[in-house]
């Protein structure tokens, strides 16, 4: 048939004859029933129906379309005379005249009728053709008007291959033809039962113009179904193209055999989660999650769906779908091999398989064909259908089509399912139907190689069991009941299987016996089982195995896979005793519950859990894999000579017996008796009686506490002897007891610091302790605290530890770190209060976390104020600087700091006095851009002076100045502040172009400094500084004049200057920070400093009082004394153990510049500004000046 676009809902009830029942969840199942092409041979599935309680008819069973398209005979359809002699009309909307194309080549094979509402349909077996015997099954709808089954009364059917054109009624009126079928001379029409929906007379309509029509099982909605949907089996015949064989899905029950089903083939309607438990491995499917299902593909704007209006209940598109085009790959071995993935359509009304041009028209060799994602990828769990092309009608292939149609021969292969409210679809090649099933005492269930792959859903009761034979295979899926024995035989490669899937069960039974595959890798959930007993394979794919009453000897193997290929099985013994004596491989573990005891004798591998009470015993082969676990409350014990292996994780808190060789991680909390090697990790509180024997490392405690050792103790060169150590005294330890009672030592101990701070200085523990004395000695001891160091001391039956504060020399980065470290390392042994306290709360900090605390605590960032003294002085001192020339010619008769007039005046009249005065300020920085020790600074003040001239070359006077500055050290907390006073004699002395100029001065800085003291698991502290300093400096300046310009007083003056500076800051003790203040001795800075090099000046008319004097002035500066800025301290809690830091030292060379300006703004006033910086690499300093000067 071809492929339609769809959507299907509906709403009906349900009332059949053969019904199953599961939580509440019912199914029915309607017979169907094979027929035959006369012509070709070909198996056609037909359905039995009455229309309204009329006469049974047969119909094609269609799963290709989605209308039942029904010949209208009003003789055998109920309600309607017999006489009625036209189709009556539609009682839906757009419902006249509907044609339905089952094939469009050549002209339209199909039917055109009206659509009605039929409230009733019946069905039957195969064989009846008269209402006198009861229906199989029954569909009806709610009474009332508008009520119904969608049914198209055809009143007209064409098939132009064969030339026929009938009409309806009078088709059945004619004696000629009224008891022949209409189509292929077996069918009265078509029961489509396709899950999704047409859109008819799209050609002709659009919009709401058109019919959407619907197939009677999209309709019908089982009472309490889990899902909506249907099954199709009809694979319950070796060869339904053989009319000679009859189906054979039979059992024997008792010893007499029946059919398991009333219908065979059968369409079960109403999905219950045991008939979908037949499909659908792991889980219960989805819309959006189906493990080993075909998940339908979403309609496309190209490809749209249209709804169903489907008028029994809920909304248009109720538990419908809106397509069921789904992905497979088909694959054909003929001369060469074909393979081709495409849209395909599953239709029983299609006698062969149809398939893409991607193969040749006519095909021969073997089909292969497997359902893929909606992307075209592999699921996992769903079966290869394979199949010979030859010698059978029904296994013919077309390749000339578009998409795959996969017809008769995929049923007569698989049984079906079509979950309508997942969108999915699955197939299986067991033969599935949901009829319960009765053993009896003396007679099980009986299933041969004879019968056809058994799909289960129904219920298996009584007291009987269940038996199945070899190469009979059998799947259930329903919560069983029965008592008896579940026997699975087999020999050499003749096997029978039992599967489990979906929520099956046969935990009533008394025990399975598998000597064939007992497979449960399809479960929804753990199995559980009475007893297992047998020699042949137990499959577990992912799920768990529980066995609850356990008293048998299985000698197979249990492995991961099976029918779905999942991993990670696992098994539970909860109750008895169970043997397992072959060579099992599933990697999910081993749980064996309390109560109940699990025999080992042959092999096991993967996690092993011993609940407290339960018991485990091995004779065999069991050993902990690297990733894996053992983990034993209850008793363990291995047979003399065998042992136990421990690549991965043991923990014992129960009682072990056996040697025991250790290379991973051993946690034993509990009893163990037997030789224990370790080679890996062992740890924990528990006792031990035998001999130790360490070679890798063994770590007492959890992580405190005591290992007992009942025995002998030993460790050789490679071992490791761990042990935890807290502030407070405690520590694990080893006691070595008994008749021996004796360690002999060698190779390493290792301090594990559990709790951070609060140790004290230094703290003594026990670690080893052995009654019977010790041998030999540890080889070295380390701790994973770099700051408190450990050391061992012996007497004759103990070892003892001591970790003392130290090490913080090993992580200073920098000078200043590694003179406290020094410090701190030396006196930590003798540490008190306070600075004891300080100690421990630095010994549980890390070596980045200490560094910067290190930095903090040296104080360098005190250098700041010797550097800061030395530019504050050059500051005051650069304001007396030949900024601007004296009067005479070419300006060659100086006026110190500011002579404004010296372009206004008249050279004859010079004024004896002058007084001047301004503020002047200036910052800089040394060592910019260094993250530790770079000092920035800035000042601001003023300086004022009173001068005279005693002779016509010489003048000379005093000064004195006040300044205020801050200072900053890079890498550092906290800040310097400053208040400077100077004082000071200066004289000039010009002669024509020479001049000479010369200051001496003194200075007193009160320096005050504030330092932040972070410490993690302190309090913040923050210390405080001050003192005094008393400073001498003194400047010497000389020069010569040479004319350019006398128009503009343009002038060039090479120069000299001599800059000299001594300060001293006297010694002084911190506040504020306790043990952490700091006592810093006297310190003195000296300074030399030249600069030589070039004025060049000029005055121009503004058009002001005067003119305004310009000058520019540029040289080179070097420093001669030594630029170290040392300081010494030590801190107040080791106040005998001073230490000395340096902070940055500025650079000797530099580059000066300086720019001034002045003029006269009234007779005998002027006013200047000036600034004068140093450029030296890193270092850098910016001076400027204003002030007003008065002459008279």
């Excluded at 045991?274 to 309609?299: D, H, K, R």
């Excluded at 004082?983 to 009160?1006: E, K, M, R, V």
């Amino acid at each position: 048939m071809r492929k339609h676009i769809a959507l299907v809902c509906g709403l009906a009830m349900l009332v059949c004859c053969e019904f199953s029942s599961a939580f509440g969840q019912t199914s029915a199942n309607i017979p169907l029933s094979y027929v035959f092409d006369a012509q070709s041979g070909a198996a056609r599935l037909s359905i039995n129906i009455g229309i309204n309680g009329g006469a049974p008819r047969p119909y094609l069973f269609d799963t290709g379309s989605s209308l039942f398209n029904a010949a209208f005979d009003p003789k055998t359809w109920g309600g309607y005379s017999e006489y009625t002699s036209s189709v009556p009309t539609s009682t839906v909307a757009n419902g006249n005249n509907i044609q339905l194309c089952y094939s469009e080549s050549g002209g339209c094979r199909g039917y055109v009728g009206n659509i009605l509402q039929i409230p009733l349909l019946s069905f039957y077996a195969a064989a009846v053709t008269t209402t006198e015997t009861a229906p199989a099954a029954t569909l009806t709808t709610p009474s009332g008007t508008g009520m119904g089954f969608q049914v198209n009364a055809a009143s007209q059917y064409t098939d132009p291959s064969v030339g026929a054109q009938d009409t309806f009624p009078q088709y059945f009126f004619d004696p000629a033809t009224k008891d022949l079928p209409v189509q292929e001379g077996l069918f009265y029409g078509v029961f489509g039962s396709r899950i999704s929906v047409d859109l008819l007379n799209k050609n002709s309509c659009s919009g709401s113009n058109c019919y959407i029509a619907g197939g009677v099982l999209g309709q019908a909605i089982m009472p309490g179904a889990a899902r909506q949907g249907f099954v199709v089996a009809a694979n319950g015949q070796g060869d339904p193209a053989n009319p000679s064989v009859t189906p054979n899905a039979k059992v024997s029950i008792g010893g007499t055999t029946r059919s398991l089903t009333s219908c065979n083939p059968c369409v079960t309607v109403g999905l219950t989660p045991e008939i979908i438990g037949q499909f659908a491995p792991v889980a219960m499917p989805t819309p959006t999650s189906a493990p080993g299902l075909i998940q339908w593909v979403a309609p496309t704007s190209s490809n749209p769906a249209p709804p169903f209006p489907n008028p029994y209940g809920g909304s248009t598109g109720n538990n419908s779908a809106p397509t069921d085009a789904m992905y497979f790959k088909v694959t054909v071995s003929d001369d060469g091999k074909t393979t081709a993935k495409a849209f395909t359509l599953l239709d029983t009304g299609t006698k062969y398989y149809s398939l893409t041009k991607d193969f040749s028209e006519t095909l021969r060799g073997t089909i292969s064909i497997t359902g893929l994602t909606p992307d075209e990828k592999p699921i996992a769990g769903l079966p290869t259908v394979t199949a010979p092309l030859v010698g059978k009608p029904n296994y013919y292939v077309d390749g000339s089509g578009k998409t795959n149609t996969l017809g008769i021969p995929f049923f007569i292969q698989n049984s079906v399912l079509f979950d309508l409210s997942d969108q999915v679809t699955g197939y299986t090649p067991f033969f599935v139907t949901a009829t319960n099933l009765e053993t009896t005492a003396g007679g099980p269930l009986i299933v041969t190689k004879d019968n056809v792959p058994l799909g289960l859903a129904g219920v298996v009761s009584g007291a009987g069991g269940i038996t199945i034979d070899k190469e009979g295979a059998v799947q259930l899926s329903a919560t069983n009941t029965y008592t008896g024995e579940t026997k699975i035989n087999g020999t050499g490669d003749k096997l029978g299987m039992l599967l489990i899937s979906g929520p099956g069960s046969i935990a009533a039974s008394s025990g399975v016996e598998s000597n064939g595959v007992f497979d449960i890798s399809r479960a929804w959930a753990p199995v559980s089982i009475k007893d297992l007993r047998g020699t042949g394979s137990v499959n577990l794919g992912g799920q768990n195995l529980r066995i609850t009453d356990g008293s048998s000897t299985f000698s197979g193997n249990i492995l991961d896979g099976g029918e779905y290929p999942g991993t990670g099985g696992s098994v539970t013994v909860a109750g008895g005793t169970q043997t397992f004596a072959g060579e099992n491989f599933y990697t999910g573990g081993t749980s064996v519950l309390g109560g109940s005891t699990l025999n080992l004798t042959g092999t096991m591998i993967g996690n092993l859990t011993v609940a407290s009470g339960a018991s485990f015993n091995t004779t065999g082969g069991y050993s902990v894999a690297r990733g894996s676990m053992l983990s034993n409350a209850g008793s363990f014990k291995s047979s003399s000579g065998v042992g136990f292996l421990n690549h991965g994780i043991a923990i014992n808190t129960g009682a072990m017996n056996s040697d025991i060789l250790n290379t991973g991680f051993f946690l034993n909390n509990g009893t163990l008796a037997g030789a224990f090697a370790n080679l890996g990790t062992l740890s924990g509180t528990g006792s031990f009686t035998g001999t130790l024997a360490n070679t890798g490392t063994v770590a007492p405690g959890t992580p405190y506490g005591t290992m007992t050792v009942n025995g002998k103790y030993t460790q050789a060169s490679t071992g490791a002897f761990q042990v935890a150590v807290s502030p407070s005294g405690q520590a694990s330890r080893l006691n070595v007891i008994g008749a021996t009672g004796t360690a002999s030592l060698a190779g390493s101990v290792l301090a594990q610091i559990q709790e951070g701070g609060g140790f004290a200085p230094r703290t003594t523990y026990t670690i080893l302790q052995a009654t019977g004395g010790l041998s030999g000695g540890f080889s070295s001891v380390t701790s994973n605290s770099p700051f408190l160091l450990p050391s061992l001391s012996y007497d004759a039956n103990n070892v003892y530890l001591t970790l003392q504060i130290g090490g913080f020399a090993a992580a200073a980065l920098t000078p200043q770190q590694q003179a406290v470290a020094s410090v701190l390392d030396s006196t930590a042994a003798t540490a008190t209060g306070d600075y004891a306290t300080v100690l421990s709360a630095l010994a549980a900090l890390s070596p980045a976390q200490v560094q910067p605390i290190l930095t903090a605590l040296s104080g360098t960032n005190y250098a700041g104020f010797s550097s800061a003294m030395v530019q504050g002085a050059q500051f005051f001192m650069n304001n007396f600087a030949s900024q601007a020339t004296g009067g005479g010619p070419s300006g060659s008769a100086r006026v110190a700091l500011a002579e404004a007039c010296d372009v206004a005046c008249d050279a004859s009249a010079t004024p004896r006095w002058g007084a001047w005065g301004g503020a002047i300020g200036g910052l800089g920085t040394i060592g910019a851009g260094t993250p530790q020790g770079a000092v920035t600074y800035n000042a601001g003040g003023f300086a004022a002076g009173l001068d005279r001239a005693f002779t016509e070359n010489f003048r000379a006077g005093v000064t004195v100045g006040y300044s205020g500055g801050t200072q900053w050290v890079s890498g550092f907390s906290g800040q310097g502040n400053s208040d400077t006073v100077q004082a000071g004699l200066y004289g000039n002395y010009a002669s024509g172009p020479f001049y000479a100029d010369g200051l001496i001065g003194y200075a007193y800085s009160n320096n005050r400094m504030t330092r932040q003291i972070l410490i993690p698991g302190l309090a913040a502290r923050t210390a405080f500084g001050q003192a005094g300093a008393n400073q001498f400096f003194g400047q010497l300046e000389t020069g010569y004049s040479f004319d350019i310009d006398t128009r503009a007083d343009a002038f060039i003056k090479p120069f000299a200057r001599l800059q000299a500076y001594t300060g001293t800051q006297n010694g002084f003790s911190e506040t504020g920070a306790q043990s952490l203040n700091l006592s810093v001795a006297q310190q003195t800075t000296n300074s030399l400093r030249s600069v030589i090099g070039a004025q060049l000046g000029a005055s121009m008319d503004m058009g002001w009082q005067d003119r305004l004097a310009m000058r520019f002035r540029l040289g080179w500066s070097h420093e001669y004394a030594d630029v170290g800025r040392p300081v010494t301290a030590a801190l107040a809690g080791a106040p005998a153990s001073p230490f000395t830091t340096f902070g940055i030292s500025p650079v000797r060379d530099g580059v000066l510049l300086g720019l001034s300006a002045s003029t006269a703004i009234a007779e005998a006033t002027s006013i200047y500004l000036r600034y004068e910086g140093t450029l030296a690499g890193t270092d850098g300093s910016q001076g400027l000046t204003a002030g007003v000067r008065m002459t008279w």
